[in-house]
């Protein structure tokens, strides 16, 4: 079956960094874009960053030039380096894949941005 395992989160400063780890099985990775969604408190759900079977990236306008998604189809994983991070970027960050089946959503890993 199809799994999804998001880590990495925790708490952080303004201006600091994390990367957030997802870990894919059940389907064929490389076959497939790879989604970053995060959800705050009482605000919808937003896509954060895509990332192509080829590699094309695109990005929310409120992560662009501090966010980056990348891929590794050998570890079937994807991932999210936060860097300059702000109290804005707290929520709890998913991992989402769209399949002929269906769309599968990891369980999330929380991020707070605080001082």
């Known amino acids: 079956q199809v799994q999804l395992v998001e880590s990495g989160g925790g708490l952080v400063q303004p201006g600091g960094s994390l990367r957030l780890s997802c870990a894919a099985s059940?389907?064929?990775?490389?076959?497939?874009?790879m989604d970053w969604y995060r959800q705050a408190p009482g605000k919808q759900r937003e896509l954060v960053a895509t990332i192509s079977r080829g590699g094309s990236t695109v990005y929310a306008d409120s992560v662009k030039g501090r966010f980056t998604i990348r891929r590794d189809n050998v570890k079937n994983t994807v991932y999210l380096q936060m860097n300059s991070l702000k109290p804005e970027d707290t929520a709890r960050y998913y991992c989402?894949?769209?399949?002929?089946?269906?769309?599968?959503w990891g369980q999330g890993t929380q991020v707070t941005v605080s001082s």
């Open positions: 989402q894949v769209g399949l002929g089946s269906g769309d599968y």
């Open positions: 059940g389907f064929i990775f490389s076959r497939v874009a």
